[in-house]
């Protein structure tokens, strides 16, 4: 199956603990993205990656890093969460800047107590 | 200013009838798409329209860039229709999303 896959689907932590958020694809994509969906659903980009090269940091607090070990995989990092962390992180694929193939995972929800 | 204004915010409709989403974006965006989202779902994509009329069963999109704005028919909704569609402009390896139109079919 080809497709982008997240995991966890879900994490529950409490502040100031690190968490981290792993996604892989399996599509042949060069590009990888994470999006933070906020509890108003409004969805906005953190990162963009093409060829493991971090293209767009789209202002994210530095608490938050991305890591890319290949093209394939775009890990998250969060080191030290704080209640404002608390949304839903989703991550996507696409070739090159991104057009028809734009694919996104089934998201990972935090919760932060 | 907000990139991506869509409206409506929310649409109730009865089974049957067509629904009209819209979506204005401004010129540092281009490359229009469309998601559909369900509850604690992903996104699907809908449409990649980046110009001009697309069709895929009950779906229409159209993008006109001149004016900058895309829009989405559904026609004949049924109840599995239900959930939040999405407008995004592409630039420069990222999407920048509207708030979305929740749309609500009811028997």
């Known amino acids: 199956e080809t497709a982008v896959f997240q995991t966890p689907n879900y994490h529950v932590t409490q502040v100031g603990n690190e968490v981290s958020f792993n996604c892989k694809q399996t599509?042949?994509?060069?590009?990888m993205y994470w999006y933070k969906q906020d509890s108003k659903k409004l969805l906005k980009i953190m990162f963009s990656y093409n060829n493991k090269q971090l293209i767009v940091n789209e202002t994210v607090p530095r608490r938050f890093s991305p890591q890319s070990s290949d093209k394939a995989h775009l890990n998250l990092r969060i080191k030290s969460v704080e209640p404002e962390d608390s949304a839903v992180y989703l991550c996507?694929?696409?070739?090159?800047?991104?057009?028809?193939?734009?694919?996104f995972g089934s998201g990972t929800r935090l919760l932060v107590i | 200013g907000q990139q991506v204004q869509q409206s409506p915010t929310s649409l109730v409709l009865q089974e049957g009838e067509n629904a009209e989403l819209q979506c204005n974006f401004s010129?540092?965006?281009?490359?229009m798409q469309w998601f559909y989202q369900r509850p604690g779902g992903s996104l699907i994509s809908v449409f990649y329209?980046?110009?001009g009329t697309k069709q895929s069963g009950r779906l229409t999109s159209t993008t006109v860039i001149k004016e900058r704005r895309s829009s989405l028919h559904i026609s004949s909704s049924q109840i599995t229709d239900s959930g939040t569609y999405l407008c995004?402009?592409?630039?420069?390896?990222?999407?920048?999303f509207g708030k979305g139109t929740l749309l609500t079919v009811t028997p």
């Open positions: 995004a402009g592409g630039s420069n390896y990222k999407l920048t």
């Open positions: 329209n980046p110009s």
């Open positions: 010129t540092s965006l281009n490359s």
């Open positions: 599509l042949g994509h060069d590009t």
């Open positions: 996507a694929s696409s070739s090159g800047k991104g057009g028809s193939d734009y694919t």
